[in-house]
Each structure stands twice: as C-alpha cells, then as structure tokens.
T-cell receptor, first 111, second 111 residues
Framework: SQELEQSPQSLIVQEGKNLTINCTSSKTLYGLYWYKQKYGEGLIFLMMLQKGGEEKSHEKITAKLDEKKQQSSLHITASQPSHAGIYLCGADNQAGTALIFGKGTTLSVSS | GAGVSQSPSNKVTEKGKDVELRCDPISGHTALYWYRQSLGQGLEFLIYFQGNSAPDKSGLPSDRFSAERTGGSVSTLTIQRTQQEDSAVYLC?????????FGPGTRLTVT
C-alpha cells in the first residue's frame, strides 16, 4: 500500500524566515494535495498538484511536485505567525476513493 | 456559504457504550468521507459515500464501526461497544471534485 512520509515532523522558525516541508511517496503520485490544519479545526485545502514538475503558488506558499511524481515540497517564504499549524500532504488512494495522508508537519512561528 | 458541519464537537463516553457522530456535508456535494485522526497515527480513511453507489467501507477498522448516509446528504458514523483505542478526532469531508472540504471534527474520548 502507498505511504506518505513527511519531513520534518516539526519545525520552529523565526518570523520572516523561509522554510520547506517535504512529502515523499512510496509510489507514483497521481494527485498530491496539501492541507493545513489548526488545532481543533478541520483541514483547509491549500493546493493540488498532478503533473510532474508542476508548481503552484498562493500568497507566500509554493508547492512543487518533482518530475518523477514521488516527492513534493511546500515552501513558505517570509513566514508569519498565521502560518503556524499542521501541514498535511495527501494522495489519492489506489481506488481513487479517498486520500492517504502523511502524519503531518507541525510548524511553529516565533515572533 | 455553509461549510461541512459535525456534531457533537466533543463526546466523552464510557467504554462499552455506543456513540453516533453526525456529519452535514455541503449542500450538493455528492461524495462524503469519514476519516479518523489519532495521536501519532495521522489521518486514516474510514469510509466513502458517492451518490447512490455502494459505500467503500475498506477503511473501517472493525465491525463495531458502521456508517450510513440518508438521502444522499447527512451521514452518521456509529461506533458500537466503544473501546479506549477508539479515542480520536473523527473528521468528515465532502466534495464534488478533487478538493475535499473538511468539517471541524468530533473529538471522541472513551474513558
């Protein structure tokens, strides 16, 4: 079965610094999703990537999918306290009926 | 507009009792998912409903877990004879496409 591994598990950065979160799949990714979760809240969709080499940006967050479609990265530029939370990568399961998620990366931003 | 809602937001129950968790998806969303988020386990898929098709129950951890979706809208997840390992946040999501919209979750604590 497919597994998604995220690194690092947790991250503390100073406000204004850049950071990168990685998501590696054991199998080829056909749909890679990035979500953000704040404690006690549901997941908020950030971006979806499908094509090898694809890159998408929204405000200060950029997500990339490598050419082999087995690794994705999420990059935050000039981090702010509002970026703090848990970032989860997800991928379509084999049946295409649900998402498989990584265990998440907890981001803390110190001001 | 209204998002996915779940009730109750918190539930504490005694081991051995049955519980029902409710999910109200976004109106018009044909697909509905239940996930479970446990400490250290990440998010795991439980069950998927799509329109009038038979649900994909492949993620249900035991026969104590069941779910139904009435009228293609509201869904109820039932856990019978709850065990302490059932303690988790249960998340519901709905979609019409690739972006899943998540509810805030129900935090279940089994004492």
């Amino acid at each position: 079965s497919q597994e998604l591994e995220q690194s690092p598990q947790s991250l503390i950065v100073q406000e204004g610094k850049n950071l990168t979160i990685n998501c590696t799949s054991s199998k080829t990714l056909y749909g890679l999703y990035w979500y953000k979760q704040k404690y006690g809240e549901g997941l908020i969709f950030l971006m979806m990537l499908q094509k090898g080499g694809e890159e998408k940006s929204h405000e200060k967050i950029t997500a990339k999918l490598d050419e082999k479609k087995q690794q994705s990265s999420l990059h935050i530029t000039a981090s702010q306290p509002s970026h703090a939370g848990i970032y989860l990568c997800g991928a379509d399961n084999q049946a295409g009926t649900a998402l498989i998620f990584g265990k998440g990366t907890t981001l803390s931003v110190s001001s | 507009g209204a998002g996915v809602s779940q009730s109750p937001s918190n539930k504490v129950t005694e081991k051995g009792k049955d519980v029902e968790l409710r999910c109200d998806p976004i109106s018009g969303h044909t697909a509905l998912y239940w996930y479970r988020q446990s400490l250290g386990q990440g998010l795991e898929f439980l069950i998927y409903f799509q329109g009038n098709s038979a649900p994909d129950k492949s993620g249900l951890p035991s026969d104590r877990f069941s779910a139904e979706r009435t009228g293609g809208s509201v869904s109820t997840l039932t856990i019978q004879r709850t065990q302490q390992e059932d303690s988790a946040v249960y998340l519901c999501a709905s979609t019409t496409g690739y972006e899943q919209y998540f509810g805030p979750g129900t935090r279940l604590t089994v004492t």
